[in-house]
C-alpha cells in the first residue's frame, strides 16, 4: 500500500471492528452501573481501584512527550498532558483530583484510595498503556490514546446519568464525568487527525496502529473484569 492507496475512512472502520468487542458501555459492571444494581460500596470499590489508571494517565502522556521530536505532535501531546494535570487554565484542576471527589462522594478517604492494593487487571492496565507509549511508531501510541479517549464521552455521560438517577449523586461528585462528556471529544478528535497524518506518509504501519488500538481497548475491558470479579466476591 502507497501513501496515496491510504484511505482514512476505510482505516478507522477497520479500527472501530477491532475495538467493538470490548466496548465498555457492555461490561456488566457498567450495565449494572446504568441499571441501578450496584452499591454504594460498589461504587466507592469501584472509585478507589480506577482512580490509580486515572492518576497514572498524565505520566503515560509525558512519556510518549519526552522521546517525540519537536513539532505539531509533542505540542498536541503536551497541551492533553496540561489539561490533565489542571494547569491549563487557572481555575483548572488536575482530572485525577475530580476523581477523588468522586470517590469522596461514594464514601473513600484520600488515604483509602491512595494506599489501595489494586488487582491484578489494573496493574496489568497501567503497564500496558506504559508499553504502548514506547511503541516504535508514533501513530501507534496515539491509537492506544485513541481507543481510550473516543470512547470517555459516551461512557462519561452514562455515568453521569446513572449516578444522578439511582444515587442522588451530582455536583462535585459528578464533576469528573460531567467534564468529560465534552472534553475528550477533543482529545480523540486531535490523536485522529495525527494518526491519519502518520498514515497518509508511512501506510505501512496501519497494522501496528490497529493493533495498539485493540491492545488498548482489550485491556481497558480486562480491568473492569477485575472490578466486577471483587464485586461479585463481596457480595
Given amino acids: 500500500m502507497s501513501a496515496i492507496e491510504f484511505g482514512s475512512a476505510g482505516f478507522w472502520s477497520r479500527f ?31 472509585a478507589a481501584e480506577y482512580w490509580h489508571h486515572v492518576s497514572a494517565f498524565p505520566t503515560y502522556l509525558s512519556a510518549l512527550h519526552s522521546r517525540l521530536p519537536d513539532g505539531e505532535m509533542r ?29 469522596a462522594g461514594m464514601g473513600a478517604t484520600r488515604d483509602e484510595v491512595e ?16 508499553e504502548l ?18 470512547k470517555v464521552p459516551a461512557i462519561a455521560t452514562t455515568k453521569a ?15 469528573y464525568f460531567t467534564l468529560h462528556q465534552t472534553a475528550d471529544v477533543a482529545h480523540a478528535s486531535v490523536w485522529r487527525e495525527l494518526i491519519d497524518k502518520q ?25 473492569l473484569d477485575g472490578v466486577e470479579r471483587q464485586r461479585l466476591v463481596v457480595n
Avoid at 18 to 26: D, E, G, I, K, T
Avoid at 133 to 150: D, F, G, I, V
Avoid at 199 to 223: F, M, N, Q, T, Y
Fill in 161 to 175: 446519568e446513572g449516578l444522578a438517577e439511582h444515587y442522588g449523586t451530582e455536583g462535585a461528585a459528578a464533576r
Fill in 199 to 223: 498514515l497518509a506518509g508511512s501506510p505501512e504501519d496501519e497494522e501496528a496502529v490497529l493493533a495498539a488500538g485493540e491492545r488498548a481497548a482489550k485491556a481497558l475491558w480486562v480491568a
Fill in 115 to 130: 494506599g489501595r492494593a489494586v488487582q491484578p487487571e489494573m496493574t496489568a492496565l497501567m503497564a500496558t498503556f506504559r
Fill in 16 to 46: 472501530e471492528e477491532r475495538v467493538a468487542p470490548f466496548n465498555l458501555l457492555q461490561h456488566p459492571f457498567y450495565q449494572a452501573w446504568s441499571k441501578g444494581e450496584l452499591t454504594r460500596e460498589d461504587l466507592r470499590e469501584y
Fill in 133 to 150: 507509549m514506547q511503541e516504535e511508531r508514533a501513530s501507534a501510541a496515539m491509537a492506544a490514546l485513541y481507543a481510550y479517549e473516543s
Fill in 75 to 103: 505540542r498536541e501531546v503536551l497541551r492533553n498532558l496540561a489539561e490533565e494535570e489542571g494547569v491549563d487554565a487557572a481555575t483548572a484542576r488536575p482530572h485525577s483530583d475530580l476523581w477523588m471527589d468522586f470517590a
